[in-house]
C-alpha cells in the first residue's frame, strides 16, 4: 500500500545539510497495522512528512497503492494526500467549529459535495467514533479522549486508503490510550484501511500493530512482526524501548554475565504454550531443576506469551532442551549479556545457531 525505497532527507542546517532519514526502505501491505517506532529526534515525524506527500524526500522514491508518487503534483497531489488521513498527538481541531462541523471541514474544502449528503457522511462518522451526542459541542467541551476521537473521524471524512496517527495516543493517559487504540483497530477490522501508528512507546506498537519497524538516528534497525521484534529485540534501540515499556521484564536483557552460566536459557512461550505446564513436567522428565532469573508475561495484540530466563542444573540438561524445543517452546542459550556487535549482527529467531550444552 505504502512502499519506501531507499527515501533520505536531509535538511539544511548552519553547517551544512543535516539528515534526518538515510536510506529508509519499508514496505507497508494493505490491510494491515504498521508502527513506526524510535526515540525522540529518530526521524519518525520526518517519515510522516514524506508519507503524506507533505514533504519530498532528497533521494529515494515513494509509492502508494503501487503508483510512484514522488513527483506528483497539482490536482494529483491534491487527490493523493487526501487518500492519506492524519490524525495528530494534539488533535489540531478548529476551536470556532462544532464537533460536527470539524468532521465536515476535509468534505467541504473537496467541494464534491451537497450539504445534505455532508450532514448524513458526518453523522454516520461520529456514530463510528461513539461521539453522536457531541455533535453540537465545541472542542473545548470535550475530554482528550473525546477530542482525538473527533481527530479520527475527520481524517476518515474522505474514505481514506490509508490513516497517518502520528503519536495520536501521546497526550492521553493510558485508559484513554487504550481506548483510542481499540477504535483503531475496530476502524481497521470494519474498513480494512490500513493504518501507520508512530509513536515512542512500545506498549502501543504491542497492543495494536501487525508489524513494526525500529528507527533510530534515521535508520531503520529492526523490523519484522511485533512478535518477533518485542520478544526477540536485537537492536540496542529496540532494548531501549522495550525496557522502557516492561522495566522489570527489561531486566530479562540486563542480567549480568556472571549470573549467566553456560545452562542458562532464555525460554519463549507463545500461543496456546504460554498456559501449558510444560516446563515442569520438562524438568521432572530430565531430572532437572531449574532457577527463574527473570521473566515477562503479557500479550501481544491478543496472544499471550510469556518469557523466562532460568538457569538449568541437574542430569540431563540437553534432554530438556530438546524437550522444550519439541513441545514448541523457543529456547536460545545465554551466553552473557547482548552488545551492540552481537545484536546487530546475529541471525533472526529461527536461523538462530544454538551451540548445544
Ligand atoms: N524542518 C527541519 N529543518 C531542520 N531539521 C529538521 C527539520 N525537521 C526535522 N529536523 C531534524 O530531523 C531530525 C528528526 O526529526 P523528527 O521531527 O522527524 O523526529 P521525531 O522522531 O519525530 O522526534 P519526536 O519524537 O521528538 O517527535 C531531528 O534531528 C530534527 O532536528
Ligand atoms: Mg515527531
Known amino acids: 500500500m505504502v512502499r519506501l525505497e531507499s527515501i533520505s532527507k536531509s535538511f539544511a542546517g548552519k553547517d551544512g545539510p543535516v539528515s534526518a532519514l538515510d536510506r529508509i526502505d519499508l514496505s507497508i501491505a494493505k490491510g494491515e497495522i504498521f508502527g513506526i517506532i524510535g526515540s525522540s529526534g529518530a526521524g519518525k515525524s520526518t517519515l510522516v512528512r514524506l508519507i503524506n506527500l507533505l514533504e519530498r524526500p532528497t533521494g529515494g522514491e515513494v509509492f502508494v497503492a503501487g503508483e510512484r508518487v514522488t513527483d506528483a503534483r497539482g490536482e494529483r497531489l491534491r487527490e493523493l494526500r487526501r487518500s492519506i488521513g492524519m490524525v495528530f498527538q494534539h488533535f489540531n481541531l478548529l476551536s470556532a467549529r462544532t464537533v460536527a462541523r470539524n468532521v465536515a471541514y476535509p468534505l467541504e474544502l473537496t467541494g464534491r459535495y451537497g450539504k445534505d449528503e455532508i450532514t448524513e457522511k458526518v453523522a454516520r462518522l461520529l456514530a463510528r467514533v461513539g461521539l453522536s451526542e457531541h455533535a453540537h459541542k465545541h472542542p473545548r467541551e470535550l475530554s482528550g479522549g473525546q477530542k482525538q ?128 505446564p510444560i516446563l515442569g513436567r520438562i524438568a521432572r522428565e530430565n531430572v532437572v531443576d531449574y532457577a527463574i532469573l527473570a521473566g515477562r508475561v503479557g500479550h501481544i495484540r491478543e496472544a499471550p506469551y510469556a518469557q523466562f530466563i532460568v538457569s538449568l542444573s541437574g542430569r540431563d540438561i540437553a534432554g530438556a532442551i530438546a524437550g522444550l524445543r519439541a513441545s514448541g517452546v523457543d529456547v536460545e542459550l545465554q551466553g552473557g549479556p547482548q552488545t551492540e556487535q552481537t545484536a546487530v549482527t546475529s541471525p533472526r529467531v529461527g536461523e538462530r545457531a544454538l551451540h548445544v550444552v
Open 149 to 276: 476521537r473527533v481527530g479520527i473521524a475527520r481524517a476518515l471524512a474522505c474514505e481514506p486508503q490509508v490513516l497517518l496517527c502520528d503519536e495520536a495516543t501521546s497526550a492521553l493517559d493510558p485508559q484513554t490510550t487504550g481506548a483510542v487504540l481499540d477504535l483503531l483497530r475496530q476502524i481497521n477490522r470494519d474498513l480494512g484501511v490500513t493504518i501507520v501508528l508512530i509513536t515512542h512507546e512500545m506498549d502501543v506498537i504491542r497492543r495494536t500493530c501487525d508489524r513494526v519497524a525500529v528507527i533510530d538516528r534515521g535508520r531503520v534497525v529492526e523490523q519484522g512482526p511485533v512478535t518477533d521484534v518485542f520478544l526477540h529485540p536485537r537492536h540496542p534501540a529496540t532494548l531501549r524501548l522495550v525496557r522502557e515499556a516492561e522495566p522489570d521484564g527489561g531486566s530479562l536483557e540486563a542480567i549480568s554475565a556472571s549470573e549467566l552460566g553456560s545452562s542458562t536459557v532464555r525460554l519463549t512461550f507463545t500461543g496456546p504454550n504460554a498456559h501449558r
